[in-house]
């Protein structure tokens, strides 16, 4: 599907760019030092004095922040070299940094002045000054062309009429772009050719890198099985299976956080008298922990004790140890934190224990639709009749006036409703509130782990004396989650800056340097709180899980079609990589489209039958598509594939909520679209006139293509059958079968009716009230022993302990959605053995996803740069791309 391209007048982020700087920049002491006393002296009194430049100009208005709509192009971008300069007008403003803090900068388009202005700020977003006027005027069109991206460091003393800068610059990788932008530095003489030459070597050298860990799996195996081979025991079916323990090792929050021994011996708050549920011990731990973080202290004069990575000198200045500022003022701490205990261990309950005990005022809880009743469920279950909470339930139909909400004690709303309301101005209520909130608790916190969307940026507008995270997975795919996280927690000091962010730890976690895994560290341990369930004093006795490794072959014909499509998929590839290294532009979307159709013919042919090229093939000529009945089909049945293919929406480039196609053939979210057509009538994308008449919905989940092959059997839903039948020879057990394709699960769907199964599904297209029929019938039902469960849907919030048999029929890139998946069985309340069972097909695409996942698993001392399934850098895409078709 088409893409929005970034218009060429959007201002560029200030992001992650690897490579080191020719001219390194002073280094940051230890953690564990204290900061240098080279900053007192003249520094220490020219900072609480007013300095600057007749040359400079005033400014006139708040900075231009970052743009977060646009992608994040970090991995993408690589260093061109660096311009030692000044920044002017400093007597004019009380902002101040030292020698090797990082600054951001800032276009000012809007100046009254100059309308080339570039203005520096220090990371508590006080304005130090301006860059020259002479300086800006060339390089201000390089930041609005979006050509490069441009990061500060001070670099000496500040005096009373400028201060010492080097400005880094970064562009893009593209050999072709790259060449035109280092001719042009070089003219403005901003860039010396010989730097050029050392930064260009050291870019090429990190390509290599990056196409260096292949896998190098076997191509796969012919089978001599026969279909309708006869029923097997579960016995035989394990015999076959690798027993295996995929977590191992795996957790990057527990290398952050405290440790094992540390957390037992935290101390417990007292029962709530309130709750008519006695807490475990940990979960009064937790309790205790959450009270004190939400009245935090400042570290005492000169002490080691580091405190939202601030520490107190023995001048008593406060010096914040990832960016290195300094300054006499105390800082501004925030309340809350992050709980990010294992899935299972009773957040929810934690979370109520402390709005009980936690003082008065509103709370407000944004959580998935899928858990929103969940939440009144367990404050109505857990909490004593005479202390029942007033609740509202602030979603769809159900809502009130801004000064109502102050009425409720728990207000509980969903992320599409927070983020509907960034758009509505004026009217957005839960972000306007006149009284702040008491608290704001964000449940499946990970869903803002992408700082660029709406969601996120709307969580961090609402205001709360309070913030909370609650999350089992803080990191889903790369460090840089944690990002997001942070700045909704309202951090001071810089790390909530991705400039801040990406120098301080990203960066360095990527080359190796040990000191960046040591500010993490010390933040995580502070603000994190993280409990697993196989802790010893936890113990939730649960019942012992056992994962197998299920490998499958391949028919001969089955083989024959995947050969034919991997031979398509690596032509595509190395036809894209040959105009890439040429300097032209290649569609990387048919790279991944190609390799979508491996993996999902690893499931069954049929998914690849007729694919999103085909299916447009056919409408190629029409840039506005009659709705006729045949063509409706076509339009939908491409949406499905398109939400199959994980990309996003157009508008918001996030993840699609209730995702629509229109008559011109673009996808967005249903709130995206219908915000663009109310404001303009027109399509964002090829400026066709819409109406919402002019939007079609997928098909409905469930219903059958009358070309699309649901009876035959492929080598997987062989195999997955017979574990089925195996496993519902044992009395009680019943199973939940995920996958992440839909139109996968139509087709179990079809052949468990065939076979005379009872089963119940849950995906993203029923309403809340059908989820939970669909939950009832596998809890209270007998005869309905399976559930058919989209992974993506049911990997938060869920209650499934009915069941004790997960298959997971195809693998996620991201494993902690997985991992989330099967916690949704394996949890407090379960009672049986659990049994995990992960579909293999031998010697294909889904054996080399395992080894993507490993690295995905080991954040800490692997690659903390790789991405995700919906915000993914080209080059990190292209490694992964390497690694599966090679």
């Not at 200045?317 to 009773?346: C, E, H, Q």
Request: proline fraction near 4%; charged fraction near 25%; charge should be neutral.
């Amino acid at each position: 599907m088409p893409r929005r391209k970034r218009a060429a007048a959007e201002a560029p982020e200030f992001i992650d760019l690897t490579g080191d700087a020719v001219q390194p920049a002073p280094k940051r002491p230890a953690l564990s030092s204290s900061r240098p006393e080279a900053s007192s002296g003249a520094a220490g009194r020219q900072r609480s004095q007013a300095i600057p430049s007749s040359s400079s100009y005033p400014s006139t208005q708040e900075p231009d922040y970052l743009d977060l709509t646009q992608e994040d192009d970090t991995l993408d971008r690589e260093l061109y070299g660096s311009f030692d300069g000044k920044i002017v007008g400093v007597r004019y403003y009380n902002g101040y940094a030292s020698p090797g803090e990082a600054v951001l900068c800032h276009r000012e388009p809007n100046n009254q002045y100059d309308s080339n202005a570039i203005r520096i700020d220090n990371v508590l977003h006080q304005q130090i000054g301006h860059l020259p006027r002479k300086i800006v005027e060339k390089l201000a069109h390089y930041i609005d062309s979006g050509d490069i991206t441009v990061e500060g460091q001070i670099i000496g003393e500040k005096a009373y009429y400028d201060c010492p800068i080097r400005l880094s610059f970064y562009g893009p990788s593209n050999p072709e772009e790259r060449t035109r932008i280092e001719n042009a530095l070089k003219a403005d003489k901003f860039v010396k050719a010989t730097q050029l030459k050392q930064t260009r070597k050291a870019a090429e050298a990190r390509r290599v890198v990056l196409g260096l860990h292949q896998s190098t799996s076997t191509a796969g195996f012919e089978s001599d099985k026969q279909p309708g081979a006869p029923e097997v025991s579960l016995e035989e079916i394990l015999k076959s299976s690798d027993a295996v323990e995929f977590r191992k090792g795996g957790d990057a929050i527990k290398a952050l956080a405290m440790g094992e021994e540390e957390l037992a011996k935290m101390p417990q708050a007292e029962q709530p008298r309130q709750l008519k549920s006695t807490l475990l011990p940990y979960q009064l731990q937790g309790l205790a922990w959450m009270q004190s973080k939400e009245n935090p202290q400042l570290p005492p004069v000169g002490s080691d004790t580091v405190t939202q990575l601030w520490r107190r000198d023995s001048k008593g200045r406060y010096w914040n140890v990832a960016s290195d500022f300094i300054t006499s003022k105390a800082p501004t701490l925030f309340s809350g934190g992050i709980l990010a205990d294992d899935m299972g261990l009773g957040k929810t309950l934690q979370i109520i224990s402390l709005i009980l005990t936690g003082g008065s005022g509103s709370t407000l809880i944004v959580a998935p639709v899928s858990v929103m009743s969940n939440w009144e469920q367990q404050i109505r279950r857990h909490v004593k009749e005479d202390h029942q909470p007033n609740i509202l339930v602030y979603h769809g139909a159900r809502k009130v006036a801004g000064q109502e909400l102050s009425g409720y004690d728990v207000v509980i709303t969903s992320y599409g409703t927070l983020a509907k309301e960034l758009d509505e101005g004026g009217s957005k209520t839960l972000l306007s509130q006149k009284k702040n909130w008491r608290r704001v608790v964000l449940d499946e916190g990970h869903t803002i782990r992408n700082v660029k969307t709406k969601v996120a940026l709307a969580a961090s507008e609402l205001k709360a004396q309070s913030r909370w995270v609650l999350t089992g997975t803080p990191i889903i795919n790369s460090v840089k989650d944690l990002q997001s996280l942070v700045k909704f927690l309202h951090i001071t000091g810089g790390i909530e800056q991705p400039e801040i962010f990406n120098n301080a730890i990203t960066r360095k976690l990527m080359s190796g340097d040990r000191s960046a895994e040591v500010l993490l560290q010390s933040l995580m341990q502070d603000i994190c709180l993280r409990r697993k369930k196989d802790m010893k004093f936890v113990d939730l006795k649960l019942p012992k899980k056992t994962e197998y490794l299920h490998r499958i072959t391949f028919l001969p014909e089955e083989k024959s079609k995947y050969d034919a499509l991997l031979s398509e998929a690596k032509g595509v590839l190395e036809e894209y990589q040959a105009r890439s290294q040429s300097g032209q532009k290649g569609r990387f979307q048919n790279v991944l489209e190609r390799l979508l159709r491996l993996r999902q013919s690893c499931n069954h042919w049929t998914l690849c039958k007729a694919r999103i090229d085909d299916l447009m093939q056919l409408l190629k000529d029409q840039d506005v598509v009659p709705l006729t009945e045949k063509n409706r089909a076509l339009l939908q049945e491409a949406l499905r594939l398109y939400i199959d293919s994980q990309e996003d929406c157009a508008i918001c480039y996030d993840t699609p909520t209730n995702p629509i196609i229109t008559n011109c053939q673009h996808v967005f979210c249903r709130h995206c679209i219908t915000r663009a057509v109310e404001l303009q009538g027109k399509c964002p994308m090829c400026r066709n006139q819409l109406t919402e008449d002019n939007f079609l919905e997928p098909a409905p989940e469930g219903t059958f293509d009358a070309n699309f092959d649901t009876d035959t059997q492929s080598s997987k839903t062989e195999a997955m059958l017979q574990i089925v039948r195996a496993t519902l020879k044992n009395e009680g057990s019943k199973i939940v079968i995920f996958s992440q394709w839909t139109s996968f699960l139509n087709i179990v769907q079809k052949q468990l009716e065939n076979a005379g199964l009872k089963y119940c599904r849950i995906d993203g297209s029923m309403s809340a009230e059908k989820r939970d029929r669909a939950i009832d019938a596998l809890d209270n039902n007998s005869e309905t022993c399976i559930m058919l469960a989209s992974l993506a849907v049911c990997s938060v919030g869920l209650n499934l302990v009915s069941a004790d048999t997960v298959i997971l029929s195809d693998s996620w890139w991201a494993p902690a959605i997985e991992d989330q998946a099967v916690d949704r069985v394996h949890r407090l309340g379960q009672t049986r053995e659990t049994k995990i069972w992960r579909l293999i097909m031998e010697g294909t695409v889904e054996e080399r996803v395992l080894d993507v996942q490993q690295e995905k698993r080991d954040l800490v001392t692997k690659a903390f740069q790789e991405k995700g399934t919906t915000k993914k850098s080209k080059d990190t895409r292209m490694g992964d791309v390497l690694k599966l078709l090679s």
